[in-house]
């Protein structure tokens, strides 16, 4: 199990009060979960991740059931414990990023703008638009991280804006990292920016001036 930690912020003190141990390589607890059974914690040195193994604490070995898609009701019943302590763990020991906040509040500050959620089934997305001509110049949205990155098996969310640019200046800012083709948009005309903790937040206000012009073309 993997997850994805891109806009959250952790606490050294917290962690070590919750029990984990710092080595070159991050951060590493072992928590037992009843029935011969240890949950191995790790957090990469750069707080990009957390993993989690099971393992039989007997054979020390890898707790297959819980790699699986084959579900039973003990395996069932394991893998609730893993998520109910991963949510633990982050709710206790890191703090959230709310890009999205402080990047729509900008918004409302800076342009004309009405913002609105106009699809039930996607409650978190937002459409950030332009009063002058009710177009889209913003979108924030949250979805799985392979959606971006094909190849990736990391199925976690994560939150991206999408904008309105040059085509030219998309290709000069296309790195797969931070920047990435428009998610279910035009790839020519937009981009997706994923908002995490390395993201340049002065760096997106100016992208959003460029795509409120864009749609506006007003300067």
Not at 54 to 83: A, C, G, R
Not at 92 to 108: A, P, R, V
Request: hydrophobic share 35%.
């Amino acid at each position: 199990m993997e997850l994805a930690l891109s806009n959250l912020e952790p606490s050294l003190e917290t962690l070590s009060q919750y029990g984990f141990s710092n080595n070159q390589d991050g951060f590493i607890l072992t928590k037992s979960l009843g029935d011969n059974l240890n949950a191995i914690i790790k957090i990469d040195k750069d707080f990009a991740k957390i993993k989690v193994d099971v393992l039989d604490s007997q054979t020390t070995e890898l707790f297959q059931p819980f790699y699986t898609k084959i579900t039973t009701n003990y395996s069932n019943h394991v893998k609730t414990k893993v998520n109910d302590l991963v949510k633990e763990i982050l709710d206790t020991c890191f703090t959230k990023i709310d890009h999205q906040e402080k990047l729509l509040k900008y918004c409302q500050e800076t342009f004309p703008t009405v913002i609105e959620k106009p699809w039930k089934k996607w409650p978190e997305y937002q459409t950030v638009k332009a009063t002058y001509n009710n177009k889209w110049y913003a979108l924030f949205m949250n979805v799985p991280y392979y959606k971006l990155q094909p190849n990736s098996t990391n199925t976690s969310g994560v939150e991206i804006l999408n904008l309105k640019l040059d085509p030219q200046v998309i290709t000069t800012l296309l790195d797969n990292k931070i920047y990435f083709k428009g998610y279910h948009m035009n790839h020519k005309t937009w981009i997706s920016i994923l908002l995490n903790k390395q993201t340049d937040l002065n760096k997106v206000k100016e992208l959003i001036n460029e795509s409120y012009y864009n749609v506006t073309k007003q300067k």
